[in-house]
């Protein structure tokens, strides 16, 4: 068990489609440049943006750490 288990805190809360959008934008990256940063196609990113999928496991944990710490973290 961690100690997120123990607290019940969630580290990685889900990401709403306008979350994935504006963080892109305000990176200045296009989808295909967001998605290669991300290790996810572009296609993906075009999903979560759409709000038919949302970002998940990794891709979900990377966003959070961009989100917090700014995209320049991922490169």
Do not use: C, N
């Amino acid at each position: 068990m961690t100690d997120a288990d123990r607290t019940d805190e969630i580290l990685y809360p889900p990401m709403e489609a306008a979350e994935v959008r504006r963080l892109r934008q305000e990176s200045g990256l296009s989808q295909a440049g967001f998605a290669g940063l991300l290790g996810a196609h572009k296609r993906t990113v075009q999903r979560w943006e759409a709000g038919s999928t949302r970002p998940t496991g990794a891709a979900l944990a990377l966003l959070t750490v961009a989100k917090r710490r700014g995209i320049q973290i991922l490169t």
